[in-house]
């Protein structure tokens, strides 16, 4: 019975392993098939979590407000924002094809809010990690770096006012 119980947690242990490891690479590669996969559990299970906390102070994800390139409805998406002199890097772990990103881009604008502050911002670009993580922090960019995210959007804050 001990070899019975020991066998089916080796199995198991082995099964797991096996998930992570195709989770792992498949991310690195950006292998459609687990980006894929990756995505839909997160816009189902992690993305609705996320929002309940998203955009406050302390909170780890930011939100991003987006208006759809073809439907016209308002959407909010959680995101992982880090600030730069002038907006907000976000990386872009799946590359360029989730939808809202292609909204913002479409668009020309968003609104992200961020530790309880609300920005609008603009001129959404795609940039490369090297630009980027300057302005990500050291721990973040180790994750970064092990799933091979290497591109980020980049956005500005819209200046409000009249400068002096």
Known sequence: MIRLIG??????????AAIGAVFAIGMRTKYPPVTTAVRRMNRKVMN??????????GAYAGVIRHVGR??????????????????????LPYGTSPDWLKNVVAAGSAVIVHEGETYQV????????????EFVPPGEQTSLRVFNVDEFLCVRVVQTGTPE
Not at 7 to 16: E, K, P, S, Y
Not at 48 to 57: E, I, L, Q, S
Not at 70 to 91: K, L, N, R, W
């Open 7 to 16: 066998a089916a947690l080796g199995a198991l242990l082995i099964a797991v």
């Open 122 to 133: 603009d001129r959404p670009e795609i940039i490369d990690a090297a630009e980027a993580l």
């Open 70 to 91: 073809v439907s016209g409805a308002e959407y909010e998406t959680p995101i992982g924002p880090f600030a730069t002199t002038d907006g907000f890097v976000i990386a």
């Open 48 to 57: 609705p979590r996320a929002m309940k906390t998203a955009g406050k102070p």
